[in-house]
């Protein structure tokens, strides 16, 4: 389920966080994932305040904690400067996460302490709850 979305090459639009998230639930979940149109290169994190993406993302989602996290949450990760949100992931069990960023492929990672430390929410889809 998980192999063909690792090792794509990150390109604004085509596939970065945001399309990794969309694609993986339109077509492994049979899930909208909506998120609102956004500028196609870095200006897209002005976008994004904490905010924001609560507001969007509570629309079709819940809230979770870390401890509560299951296969298939989306993790909205936070800048440590800014209350801007620069990254997005999918939770695979366990203690993994599949994520694409600037520069890079998509890959799977360990969702480290590294990564706790700039997590701003976790999401669970309403049809996933």
Known sequence: ??????????????????????????????????????PHDLKWIKRFSAEHIDELFLNYSVKVNLTEIKNYDVIAFKSRRTNLIIHFGIYLTPNRLLHVEHGGASRIDSLSTYWIDYIHAIYRHEQMV
């Open 1 to 38: 389920m998980v192999q063909q979305y690792l090792g794509i090459q990150h390109e604004y639009g085509t596939f970065d966080c945001l399309t990794l998230i969309q694609q993986f639930y339109k077509n492994e979940l049979v899930l909208d994932f909506s998120i609102p149109a956004y």
